[in-house]
């Protein structure tokens, strides 16, 4: 876990991404509706997006967690973070689109995978869909079939089964240093997770959260979850990686996606973090 300075953008009118100039970082306190950026988006690279949603009521959070995909030769990495206390998913949305968009997969010139917990609501992946027309949504699995794993149904359902398999996941990542934490948030969050005996569950202690812990275990078991099953050395998984993705993917058609670059509709223009400062959000909502 690398304690870097981050910088931190507020989000205006159209989306638009502003710099705090003067932006120091309170590892107890979380900075609310602005995206606390450590690492900038960066070509050959792919990322996975974890979206832990609210209502937007005060006391419940959202939380949107950018991550690095590791590879044979690099960690995964924590770059980016946003954190709510008074946004509803439908507010979350395009913020969602924007920061997809932004830390897009320039290896396959694909949004960023996006993997929203649709528990409370399926309306982001939904809008996400229909509305703006990302292609890069996490399709939900069976883990437990024998022959096909994939669904009819898209983003991340929490159940009491994939619950505690997903915080292990991120416990064996962090235990063998293969997973680069960088909010102060995030590991206060970690710190506070207990098993709770007489629920059958883990969750936060008691007047905690967990909703910036669970936006990043969802990233972390999307961006990997074709070897959910290996607990073994992590430089082993890595290795295997590529030839279980190929493997899975060849059993899944989703027809042909177009590029980025080479989709007509201007809801999809790339943002560069070049131009990130000057970012339209195209149309309205």
Known sequence: ???????????GNNYRLGK???FDLDADQPTFNAVVMWEEPKPSTDYTIGVDPSWGVGY???????LKNGTVHNKDVQVAEFITDDLNVHDLTPICYMLGNLYKNTTEDREALMAVECNISDDIVNQLRNNYNYSNLFIWKFYDNIKNMWSNKLGWWTTARNRPKIIMKAVHYIKQGWWDIRSPWLINELQTIEKLEEKQRVAAAAGHHDDIAFAAFIALWSAHDVEFNDYGAIEETAKQRERKRADLLSAYDPGEVL????????????CSY???INFEFPGSY
Do not use: G, Q, W
């Not at 876990?1 to 910088?7: F, I, L, Q, S």
């Not at 419940?60 to 950018?66: E, N, P, Q, S, Y």
């Open 1 to 11: 876990m690398k304690n870097m300075k981050p910088e931190a953008f507020t989000i």
């Open 20 to 22: 705090l100039h003067e």
């Open 60 to 66: 419940d959070r959202a939380v949107i967690h950018v």
């Open 259 to 270: 590029p980025i670059s080479k989709r007509k509709d201007f809801i999809n223009t790339p």
């Open 274 to 276: 070049d131009d990130m």
